[in-house]
């Protein structure tokens, strides 16, 4: 079996712009995160992967329909990020999902593919967007810089989207611009 030919994965074609509602990410729900990353750069040539062991958020919050409003959800998660192409792969390993809602709406689909993401200029208005034609709220949350929302779709599977700030920005522009010219050594980095 010959090695993938890493040339040029980082998608210079879309011009390193991120158009509204355009999807930028794939995500796979994995068991071990860093054996999976190694897997998926050998088999594909997408990466380098960069590593963020029990991603730290600000806050999450899982829309609950009862007469208490949305209970705090807590999501500890184990993630990879690499460039394919134009698109950007993360996976996923769980560690701690909570209520039993999230746990079941994030894990319904098992190892394997999760969601799409894209990047939009005003969440708000996109989560009322989604909501109208007929997504589900799963979380909206937030790191210390990145405000995001998931959505199940009505025929299964899982949105992600993100507001459009200068530090998703810069973070898939890192992603992308390390996998310009990268000769496929290393991987699988740690960004902390």
């Known amino acids: 079996m ?15 712009a991120y158009p509204d509602g355009v999807v930028v990410q794939v995500a796979y729900l994995v068991e071990d995160l860093r054996q999976a ?29 009862g007469a208490d409003g949305a209970v705090e959800a807590v999501v500890d ?16 390993e769980y560690h701690r999902l909570e209520p039993e809602t999230v746990r079941a709406a994030f894990t319904a689909p098992g190892m394997g593919p999760h ?10 208005a996109e989560i ?5 034609a007929g997504a589900t709220p799963i979380v909206e949350g937030a790191t210390r810089q990145v405000r995001f929302a998931f959505f199940a779709q009505p025929g299964g599977g899982v949105l992600e ?17 390390a996998a310009a010219g990268w000769d496929g050594s290393d991987p699988v980095r740690s960004l902390r």
């Open 2 to 16: 010959s090695e993938p030919d890493h040339g040029d994965p980082a998608g210079r074609g879309v011009g390193g």
């Open 37 to 65: 990353a190694l897997e998926f750069s050998r088999l594909t040539g997408a990466g380098p992967f960069f590593v963020v062991d029990h991603v730290a958020t600000e806050w999450m919050f899982h829309p609950y329909r």
């Open 77 to 92: 998660q184990s993630v990879a990020m690499g460039q394919w192409g134009p698109v950007q792969v993360e996976l996923i």
């Open 115 to 124: 969601h799409v993401a894209w990047i939009v200029s005003d969440l708000d």
């Open 128 to 132: 009322e967007r989604l909501a109208a």
């Open 161 to 177: 989207c993100y507001q459009r700030d200068r530090p998703i920005l810069d973070m898939y522009a890192m992603v992308r611009d």
